[in-house]
């Protein structure tokens, strides 16, 4: 630092009534600038201060001078004139201030972070991506501690689970350093990422990337009467489609038949499999938007609920399944016919009319009524058949049939006595739980007289 020494120069001796001159050094004896140095001189008792030089300035017992600055080895003097007044010992006393200045010079810099990521583009679900991330250092300071981090959207995986960092170190103005990140693609749709980096000093950045997971879907439906009667074939649409943003393929389709349906046919290369007793179909590829359709024909042998089930499994563990339930029902066909077991009679003799009731359905029918209207000139006589018979005058009436099962018959007969001549129309009516509407059929009996 500065080293200042003040030297004071004064006669051996002086004269009362003379003027006498004290003269003052000061000197820089360090090795650096002394700044705003300032010598103070007392005046000494006794004396009268008669001028300086250079000029200074007078305080209440003194003077003060301001020398400015002083390089290292520079000197400067200072000449006080006195009058002395007073017989006796003259002291007087000289001091300096002055001020020392340190400097130093540095280099401010600013590091900046920039984060890079290679485009994706389209990947197929299921795929592995790999994003080749840059993190550069673009500024002109060292960036130090920064650490990579990445939160994966719910479309991507990872075997370090969601939240991952990467401790990237430091970085060199203009250095980079690059980091593969390998993910799997699980879920389609459109995959917003966003990569963030921060370093030491509130240092940060970050990018963002954007690319499509795209993904076939599969989906499948059936569709057909859900109401049949047996033994009546049914024709069933299976269709098959692909709703989803890439093609699907290797597409299997199948359809499991209940047990109370049997196969008919099927269109498009359907394969009937006895043994699961379901058929397949295949198909290479559907592309993404588009669907396919198939037909199947099914013939119900038993009566009550039953489920159609449809699958479809395609490449990447694709599958959809859907089931109609179809519901069954048997349906009861009465047949009858009237025969006049004599024709032609004779007046006073007898003929019966037999009834055959026949079944033709797949339903047991039920509460079966037969009953008969012979005209005036026939007379009823007796009844036989499985119900009980009434007679009223020229009308019969059976009992109801509690039941005739499929493709069973029954029969009933009306025994009667030709009374007058003539072409005898009798009516013979039917009717069932089924049939609520009778149906009614003649049959026509000559009656004839030998007189």
């Known amino acids: 630092g500065p080293q200042m020494v003040v030297e004071k120069v004064v006669p051996q001796e002086i004269q009362v009534g003379k003027p006498t001159t004290f003269d003052i050094k000061v000197v820089n004896r360090g090795n650096v600038t002394a700044y705003d140095v300032r010598v103070k001189d007392e005046i000494p008792y006794g004396t ?43 002291g007087s006393v000289a001091s300096v201030i002055f001020a020392t200045r340190a400097s130093a010079r540095t280099l401010a810099t600013r590091p900046l972070l920039k984060i890079d990521a290679s485009s994706v583009g389209q990947v197929m679900i299921g795929d592995q991506i790999q994003v ?47 980091i593969n990140l390998v993910m799997t693609a699980a879920r389609a749709g459109v995959v917003k990422n966003v990569l963030s980096a921060r370093g030491e000093g509130s240092l940060s950045a970050e990018a963002n990337f954007e690319f499509e997971i795209i993904a076939p879907q599969l989906s499948v439906a059936i569709s057909g009467p859900r109401r049949r009667y047996l033994e009546r074939q049914a024709t069933y649409t299976v269709k098959v489609a692909n709703p989803g943003t ?26 009937y499999d006895a043994s699961t007793h379901a058929v397949y179909w295949s198909l290479q590829e559907l ?15 038993e009566a009550g609920d039953h489920t159609l089930r449809v699958e479809s499994t395609a490449r ?18 009465l047949f009858f ?36 209207l012979l005209p005036d000139d026939l007379k009823p006589l007796s009844t036989e058949g499985p119900t009980q018979g009434s007679i009223q005058g020229n009308q019969v009436v059976f009992q109801p049939l509690p039941r005739l099962a499929p493709k069973a018959d029954t029969t009933f007969t009306v025994r009667a006595q ?20 009778p149906v009614t059929k003649e049959e026509s009996t000559k009656v004839y007289s030998d007189r």
């Not at 960036?143 to 994966?152: G, H, K, N, S, Y």
């Open 48 to 90: 009268r201060l008669l001028s300086t030089k250079p000029a200074g300035q007078s305080i209440q017992g003194g003077v003060i001078w301001e020398l400015g600055h002083f390089e290292p080895g520079e000197e400067k003097f200072v000449e006080v004139r006195l009058m002395p007044e007073t017989e006796g010992e003259v």
């Open 132 to 178: 080749d991330i840059t993190v550069a250092n673009l500024g002109s300071g060292i960036a130090r501690d920064v650490v990579l981090f990445e939160t994966l959207p719910g479309e991507l995986r990872h075997p370090a689970g969601a939240d991952l960092e990467f401790a990237v170190g430091d970085l060199a103005p203009k250095e980079s350093r690059k």
């Open 287 to 301: 592309p993404e938007g588009e669907q396919g359709q198939v037909q199947l024909v099914t013939l119900p042998t």
């Open 246 to 271: 890439a093609a699907a393929e290797d597409i299997e389709l199948v359809s499991r038949l209940p047990r109370a349906m049997q196969f008919v046919s099927a269109n498009n290369a359907g394969h």
């Open 418 to 437: 030709g009374v007058h001549p003539g072409d005898q129309r009798g009516q013979v009516q039917i009717q069932s739980d089924d049939l609520k509407t």
């Open 337 to 372: 016919e009237v025969v006049d077991l004599e024709d032609p009679v004779e007046v006073g003799r007898d003929t019966a009319y037999e009834i055959r009731v026949l079944n033709q359905g797949t339903k047991v029918a039920r509460n079966i009524i037969v009953a008969a």
């Open 316 to 333: 990447g563990e694709l599958s959809d399944s859907s089931e109609e339930t179809v519901r069954v029902e048997g349906l009861s066909a």
